[in-house]
């Protein structure tokens, strides 16, 4: 065999290596590691970190680290390898480097790889360093480093080889930064002093020895007034290469000089001034402040950068000082001043300008937007600037190099006008002031079921786009059928309407609703294609679109006008043609040539991608996210852009969990038109969102692939995407990471090993990739396979072979050991590579739980650490936590206690979206209860894995090692394994067993429910039925079972996850040739056979029960008949035709199965029902994929329910349902059979839908017609076609076909099918099927032309049940004409009872309007009367002209009230006499927008202007103690209270001590009396006092005094105190109305601020409404005070 071992290398340093050199800090904490590089030899330095991701043979060769210990928090270091060296010449420098030497005094990283693979690679990283004298050290924890660095500052440190001779010592059990214990161990190293280099005058080390001119590299740029090149002097303090290119390349001749070089001499002829950067303390450079303080006396132009910039400071008269640990990395954001613009920067530096130390003529020219320190300042009189960061980057990134050019502009400037012209970066077309839209109600479009390219992903974008609006204050209406899903749960959007994404259903939305915004960037292709569709009619809509503008779209989206944009900018596209026909399509592939598609290999050069990506997207006119694809050759820096998607993409999640920063959150943030350096790092809380995040740790990421679940599909991996889900895992190496990637696919696997994966074809899978391509490798390794033969068949770049061969190596080595004699050392590097307990235990013939044990016993656990973004430079209160081998100590502290909740894992076919959106409910319940949350998962897909959504969220496999270990470190309360699907179930029973505290049912219940035999005898100690069954190990007592029950039978093997490998026998044939099969695959576990029962209709139930006792059930209907998937199944809630009598029995049957297995939590039964016979398929004692449908349609939450009750917290059983008559909820499957090639669309018992889509109707053909709309689904206009197999199907299809014909369809039918309908007086025109070869058919005959041609609008194909089982490889006309329906895009159903149910639907003709019925919403509906404004207070209600009344009157209708009734007394005018009442009623008159009454005002002397007359123009005496009219006296009072007509009220004001008065002379007058806005605890218990004599008292009180008090404004004396409020809430049942009075007016006045007659009262019933929302007021007690009692 080509290319076979002939022998193994030797084990990797990463696993067989011992520590040899310790880090030495001046504080006395010790990290030990492994040496590369200079071996043996001892440095001291000032320790100092980088962020930076790549470049790191430019960072050591950065002069600016000079003396300095620099640590790498990057995790992959020296994989790309060091290029050749070249020796730098006069005009030629070496293009991959930064100086002629590496300046670093050493370098520490946490992982380093010897191997390399890079183009430009000459050597390892490790021989570079070897040749400059650079020792280095691996295997540290440069997280904990970091910190320790961040929190103490910049230290000196030491790096100690050990002596010549010596021994080194095992590094397998350091668990934490160890403190100095003496100087004892100090005798095996080589012991150097402690140095601090900034003592040392740097500049002069690093500096060049003398000038040098650099000529330009292009077109010379001339001197304005002579002709020679324009001469810049740069003054070397440390000068980058890249610097020098920066100036040459822009035609200027660069003469560089020493530090100290006089460059003020007369001869020295240059027209601009360049100071460099360069290392360590500025003030040390003392000749050279000197000379450039005279420098600034004269008008030559000067840049500054880095440490240049401090000089330039220095010189100007300003400070310096140094930074407690300086900025350096390459994502740090700078805001400009002149247009207050964010630019990302590269930075190096320690020390920093004081910019308050600046003189009056200098001025900041640039900020740090994450600490504030000082970046540039620039000169207001004269041609001067600097800046601390580096625009010449390298590495890092180049949006700030434009700076070069600002300063060369300058130079030009002066010298043609002659003036010393300051610099100015103001941009023309800046726009001044607030950029932000003005959108009040946005409108989001979702991307419908989860289908394959277009998944949970968006569920994800959605959300997070919805959380950024609603952050925002804005009202959300997000359009979204999948039911599924968090983003069309209640909370997120205001409303969600349930509803196809099409252009049809967004406009009549739009029109319904009257959005200002919309949004079509976060619902993937789909939302993206209605946008398009819409774009000429938002204007007109009144809709603007938010984020990148529709045209950009469609650029991107047309493939001519996309390479024509890429073309003007100079990019280049991977050159593409359209074809529309297979024979264009060939010519067109040959022109372009072959290969056709291109996919990126692997290479960093990380920042020229970068720069190209920005470009782009600034050229298109992108606002907010973009995906950008490229194919790099991995052999030179050749690249093209394969396509860009304007919007949101499917790695956008991915990116998200990958990197800590919310794409989607920020994307529709700058949608809104907020600038990024406005939004915050949502991670650190503190630093801007403007930055690009820094990892300190590895992310991979692997498809899930489920094409086992269908038969005839093309397995080959290809550019058309075929996967359905992804896994995401996080290490701090790759083999840590991959390994834990591989686990997580699915639980059988166990990380990268030799395994039992079936491959037929071990060359051929290498060559032609399907799923199984990694485990082919690792066998391929087993068989002696070389990375160099490997690679020539795979492509798969050489150095991720080479990791992955490693692992091998170890597998190798650890199978020769047995678990008792494994040292702890090699157990501790075992896992620090990612092998897994399991894994380890079968390598060495031992147990999961065995090795578990050794590992404890040893003190070997993994460390949890942080996602934060910045890789620890700066504090983060982050909760994004992954477990790691490879570090020393946690990052957090475990304190919660609290509840974990297991995820769903992987997005696979009968395991997707539903179950993170039941995790996530659980979550949220918990935390509404105060409880602390800890969320495990490990899908980058899901909102789970939203850092924001649990208290603590673990990014890690979802298996019994790593719960156990979360669980042990976090001392958590328990754990909830109920919420996530089968996957966490299946480890219910051993978590049990190691004493893990499970909430919920028990799980030896579970595992009673799961295990066949024993549910079998509880379903019969019961006496509930079940269909017949036997497990059987032998095809002999399998044949006798189905003679015995009959065929059908349903094949399964035992234990298997949504029916894999199940299918339908129908004969002893079939049997035979299908056990073969089914045994490959079951392999030691026997076959169950069950009894098929035809023609049953399938039930489903959800279930919430306490104690074995049910609180919550739902019964939902399918209306496929038993057979078809229930997953598949067409789900109708409430079930619309089953018999009482069933339904009865069903609920009895759950109600004793939830009794026998006490469940307490979520259950889930399926049931067969025929003929009023109920029998129990299958019972999940956890959340079932159903639970987010039924939730969402009886609006009781099934989650919120089950997750209380397993917490043991309250709930009502039962909670009331109130849904109309005329509502059906009906959820339709999603299919994906377009993506995979060759596979059959036929439903059966093994599942096939990726995504489930629901919507609602007045009944189940309207509601069911929108949710097959939902699916991609266009409904057929005229021609139908029918290919009905049975006669029985035939004859059920009868009456169906009949109506479509009345309908006005016209129908087709192949012909057998069109024989029987013409039979029947149904006509149906005759299709000939597909023929085998050339045979030519007649156009107008031929079903192939009749598909192709799209004349067939759908096809309707209801195959015959086969009674024998054909070979895999035979393909029927009815399987090629399905596979045709699918390929040409028409509308295909395969069961006769979707089938009937849409035939009805189509005959109804309905008008889909968009309706209430379309909708849920987030907030509570309640329907109020129209209220009545109690004393509404009108300012100037009686002085003429007034349009007060207009005012109040306006004001409450806006705020609910229909009727106001008006106060008599105003600020400047009352009601007192005729006169008064007449101006009043004409100020009133024909202005009013409500219903009014007017009052009159009893005053100390009007009581005989109060005549008859007015008294029955009025409604009521009001009598006024608030001291804006007279104030009567007792006797007057009594007066008028007797002069008073007795059928209308009395309404005072007074307030103790006059209240007690008042109230007396009612008495005495047997007069009731209303007392308005109580505000006093004295008032009150008056009140009470007085109505327990049963004294005629009413009172209202003022809304304002219950929400305010003199507490909340502290200047005002209107307003009750705290005590006074507290006695009005403990008085609600003696308050009788509620009013808005004058009070919010008064306050106005006292605050100084504005008022009007509106003051206060439409903010009245919102207030009310929040004290129902926090359960103080219910909506009774708003309409029994503001509309009864009135």
């Known amino acids: 065999m080509d290319g076979v071992n002939s022998g193994l290398k030797p084990i990797p340093m990463a696993f067989d290596a011992v520590s040899d050199t310790v880090l030495e800090l001046i504080d006395g904490t010790l990290y030990h590691g492994i040496s590369f590089g200079a071996v043996g030899k ?18 050591l060769t950065d ?6 210990i620099l640590v790498l928090t990057y995790p992959l270091v020296g994989n790309y390898g060091v290029p050749e060296r070249v020796k730098a010449e006069l005009n030629k420098i070496p293009d991959d480097f930064e100086s002629s030497r590496i300046h670093v005094a050493a370098l520490i990283v946490g992982y380093h790889s010897e191997e390399f693979s890079h183009f430009l690679a000459a050597s390892s990283l490790g021989a570079w360093l070897k040749e400059n004298g650079v020792p280095a050290i691996q295997g540290v924890d440069t997280r904990a480093l970091t910190k320790r660095i961040r929190e103490k500052g910049s230290l000196s440190g030491r790096l100690l080889a050990k002596r010549a001779g010596l021994s080194a010592s095992p590094t397998a059990i350091q668990r934490v930064p160890l403190p100095s214990q003496g100087d004892d161990w100090k005798e095996e190293y080589n012991i150097v002093p402690f140095h601090d280099p900034n003592q040392d005058n740097l500049v002069a080390k690093v500096s060049t020895k003398e000038a040098q001119l650099f000529k330009p590299t292009g077109t010379a740029r001339t001197h304005p007034t002579s002709n020679r090149p324009i001469r810049i002097l740069a003054i070397d303090v440390g000068m980058k290469y890249n610097q020098i290119r920066c100036f040459t390349k822009r035609g200027v001749e660069l003469k560089v000089v020493p530090w100290d070089y006089d460059f003020l001499a007369p001869s020295e ?23 450039l303080r005279e420098a600034l006396q004269r008008n030559t132009p000067i840049f500054g950068i880095c440490l240049g910039h401090q000089l330039l400071a220095l010189a100007a008269g300003a400070r310096t000082s140094k930074m407690k640990y300086g900025n350096r990395g390459h994502n740090i954001p700078c805001t400009e001043s002149f247009n207050d613009r964010c630019y990302i920067t590269s930075q190096n530096h320690g020390y920093q300008v004081e910019v308050d130390s600046l003189p009056p003529n200098w001025q900041e020219l640039f900020k740090n937007a994450n600490d504030g320190s000082n970046e540039g300042i620039y000169c207001l009189d004269k041609p001067f600037f600097s800046v601390q960061f580096h625009p010449e980057s390298t590495p890092g990134p180049r949006d700030t190099e434009f700076l070069f050019d600002v300063f060369l502009k300058n130079v030009e400037d002066t010298i043609k006008t002659g003036l010393p012209l300051p610099i100015s970066l103001k941009n023309e077309h800046s726009v001044s002031g607030s950029t932000r839209v003005k959108v009040s109600k946005v409108l989001v479009l979702g991307s419908g079921g989860l289908s394959i390219g277009q998944a949970g992903e968006f569920d994800y974008s959605g959300s997070q786009a919805l959380k950024a609006l609603k952050e925002e204050g804005i009202y959300t209406i997000l359009v979204n059928p999948n039911i599924a899903t968090i983003a069309t749960s209640k909370g997120l959007a205001d409303k969600v309407y349930f509803l196809p994404v099409t252009p049809e259903f967004v406009r009549k939305i739009i029109k319904y609703e009257k959005p200002d915004g919309i949004y079509v960037t976060f619902g993937g292709q789909t939302a993206l294609n209605v946008g398009i569709k819409l774009r000429d009619e938002f204007d007109a809509l009144g809709v603007k679109v938010l984020g990148t503008p529709i045209a950009t779209l469609i650029e991107t989206e047309d493939r001519q006008r996309f390479a024509d944009a890429m073309l003007q900018i100079g990019e280049k596209c991977a050159e593409s043609a359209t074809a529309t026909t297979a024979d264009d399509a060939v010519i067109a592939a040959n022109k372009i040539g072959f290969p056709v598609i291109v996919r990126a290999a692997y290479a960093l050069d990380f920042n020229m991608l970068r720069t190209t990506a920005i470009n782009v997207i600034r050229h298109l006119g992108v606002v907010g996210e973009c995906n950008i694809q490229y194919a790099l050759n991995p052999d030179s820096k050749e690249y ?18 990958a990197t800590g920063y919310p794409l989607a959150f ?16 949502s991670v650190t809380k503190v630093t801007s969102a403007c930055f690009e995040p820094s990892l300190d740790y590895v992310v991979v990421k692997i498809p899930r692939w489920d094409l086992k679940k269908f038969t005839k599909v093309s397995k080959v991996l290809s550019s058309s995407m075929k996967s359905v889900g992804e896994v995401m895992s996080i290490g701090r190496t790759f083999e840590e990471t991959i390994q834990k990637a591989i686990r997580a696919i699915d639980d059988q696997f166990l990380g990268f090993g030799q395994n039992d994966i079936c491959v037929e074809n071990l060359e051929e899978e290498l060559v032609k990739p399907t799923d199984k391509r990694i485990f082919a490798i690792a066998n391929a390794f087993h068989k002696g396979y070389t990375v160099e033969s490997i690679w020539e068949k795979t492509k798969i770049d050489r150095w991720f072979l080479t990791r992955l061969f490693y692992l091998y190596q170890v597998e190798v080595e650890l199978s020769k050991t047995t678990l008792p004699s494994i040292s702890p050392a090699v157990l501790q590097r075992a896992k620090r590579m990612g092998f897994s307990d399991k894994h380890l235990a079968s390598i060495m013939g031992s147990t999961e739980l065995a090795l578990r044990r050794i590992r404890q016993e040893n003190q070997i656990s993994p460390f949890v650490k942080q996602i934060d973004t910045v890789a620890a430079e700066f504090p983060a209160a982050t909760n994004y936590l992954y477990t790691t081998y490879n570090a020393i100590e946690h990052d957090v502290s475990f304190e919660d206690q609290g509840v974990i909740v297991l995820g769903s894992g992987v997005y ?35 909102v789970s894995t939203d850092y924001d959504e649990a208290d603590r969220l673990y990014f890690e496999n979802i298996s019994l090692e790593t719960v156990l270990d979360i669980y042990d470190v976090e001392k958590a309360a328990g754990v909830i394994i109920s919420m996530g699907g089968q996957s966490p179930n299946n480890i219910a029973l051993p ?30 100690r019961i006496h509930v039925d079940q269909p017949q069954w036997k497990e059987l190990s032998s095809f002999d007592d399998a044949r006798a079972f189905c003679d015995v029950v009959g065929y059908p039978v349903l094949v399964r093997p035992s234990y298997v996850l949504s029916g894999a490998a199940m299918n339908v026998v129908s004969s002893a044939d079939d049997l035979h040739n299908y056990l073969t099969q089914a045994t490959a695959v079951s392999r030691d576990h026997p076959v169950v056979i069950t009894k098929y029962i035809e023609e049953a209709k399938e039930i489903e139930v959800d279930a919430v029960a306490k104690d074995g006792k049910l609180v919550m059930h739902y019964i939902s209907e399918h209306i496929e008949n038993a057979g078809v998937h229930s997953g598949d199944a067409t789900l109708v809630l409430p079930p619309q035709d089953l018999d009482p009598e069933t339904v009865s029995r069903i609920e009895d049957a759950t109600a004793k199965i939830g009794e026998a297995l006490n469940v307490t939590g979520p259950y889930n039964i399926q049931f067969l029902a025929k003929n009023n016979q109920i029998k129990v398929i299958e019972c999940n004692l956890r959340a079932a994929r159903s639970f987010p449908f039924v939730s969402k349609v009886t609006g009781v939450d099934a989650i919120e329910m089950a997750t209380k009750v397993m917490l043991g917290i309250h709930v009502d059983p039962y909670p009331v349902i109130d849904l109309p008559s005329d509502y059906v909820g009906v959820k339709v499957p999603q299919f994906s059979f377009s993506r995979l090639s060759g596979a059959d669309p036929v439903l059966g018992v093994e599942m096939a839908s990726t995504g489930e889509v629901a919507c609602f109707g007045k009944d189940k053909y309207e509601a069911y017609i929108k949710a097959l709309l939902s699916t991609g689904i266009v409904l057929p206009r005229q021609n139908i076609l029918l290919s009905i197999g049975s006669f029985k199907e035939k004859l059920e299809m009868l009456p169906a076909a009949q109506k479509l014909v009345a309908a006005g369809f016209t129908l087709f039918g192949t012909s057998g099918t069109a024989d029987f309908f013409n039979e029947h007086n149904v006509p149906c025109k005759y299709l000939e099927t597909l023929q085998e070869g050339d045979v030519d058919q007649k156009t107008e005959y031929s079903l192939t032309q009749h598909l192709a041609s799209n004349v067939i609008e759908l096809y309707i194909n209801l195959p015959s049940k086969n009674r024998y089982r054909r070979p895999a490889t035979y393909s029927t006309k009815g399987y090629r004409t399905r596979r045709m329906a699918i390929d040409f895009d028409i509308p295909l159903i395969t069961n006769v009872k979707c089938a009937k149910i849409l035939a009805e639907a189509l005959v109804r003709r309905m008008s889909l309007d968009v309706t209430e019925v379309d909708s849920k919403t987030s907030h509570t509906t309640h329907f109020f009367p129209g209220l009545v404004n109690i004393c509404a207070f009108v300012p100037d209600i009686a002085i003429p002209g007034s349009t007060d009344i207009t005012g109040v009157s306006k004001a409450s209708v806006c705020g609910g009230f229909t009727t106001a009734l008006l106060s008599p007394i105003g600020l400047h005018s009352s009601i007192i006499d005729d006169p008064s009442l007449t101006i009043a009623q004409k100020n009133a008159g024909g202005a009013s927008h409500c219903n009014y009454s007017l009052s009159v005002a009893a005053t100390g002397d009007n009581t005989k202007d109060i005549t008859e007359e007015i008294a029955a123009e009025v409604v009521a005496l009001y009598i006024p103690f608030n001291g804006l009219v007279t104030t009567l006296s007792i006797a007057g009072i009594s007066s008028q209270i007797q002069r008073w007509p007795v059928d209308k009220p009395i309404v005072t004001d007074a307030k103790s001590p006059h209240l007690a008065s008042v109230l007396l002379l009612a008495s005495l007058h047997s007069r009731k009396i209303h007392v308005t806005s109580v505000s006093t605890k004295e008032d009150i218990q008056l009140i009470r006092l007085s109505k327990e004599r049963k004294l005629g008292v009413t009172c209202d009180v003022s809304v304002y005094s219950l929400f305010f008090d003199q507490l909340s404004f502290s200047s005002t004396t209107c307003l009750p105190t705290k005590e006074d409020q507290d006695a009005l809430w403990a008085s609600l049942d003696i308050i009788d109305a509620f009013s808005v009075g004058l009070l919010p007016y008064q306050l106005a006045m006292e605050l ?32 029994t005070r503001l509309y009864d009692n009135p």
Request: hydrophobic share 35%; proline share 4%.
């Open 42 to 59: 001892s440095v001291a330095g000032e320790c100092v970190f980088q962020t930076g991701m790549v470049g790191y043979t430019e960072a």
């Open 63 to 68: 002069p600016s680290y000079e003396g300095q």
């Open 269 to 291: 002829e240059y027209d601009g001034l360049f100071i460099s950067n360069g290392p360590g303390d500025p003030t040390m450079v003392k000749i050279t402040i000197t000379r």
């Open 640 to 657: 093209c852009i394969i396509e860009v998607n304007a919007r949101l993409s499917r790695s956008s999640a991915l990116a998200s969990k």
């Open 666 to 681: 920020i994307a529709a943030k700058l949608g809104l038109g907020i600038p990024l350096n406005e939004i915050k790092n």
């Open 908 to 942: 696979r076919i009968g395991s997707s979206v539903e179950f993170d959106w039941c995790a996530v409910g659980a979550i949220r319940t918990l935390r509404e209860q105060g409880l602390k949350t800890v969320m495990v998962n490990y899908n980058p897909e899901t």
């Open 991 to 1020: 978590l049990h067993r190691e004493n893990v505290k499970i909430f919920g049912t028990s799980p030896e219940m579970i595992d009673t429910a799961e295990n066949r035999f024993k549910f079998s005898r509880l379903l019969d």
């Open 1648 to 1679: 100084g601020q504005e008022t009007s007659p509106r003051s206060g009262v439409e903010e009245t019933l919102p207030l009310l409404l929040s004290a129902v929302e926090d359960k103080r007021l219910t909506f009774d007690d708003i309409k």
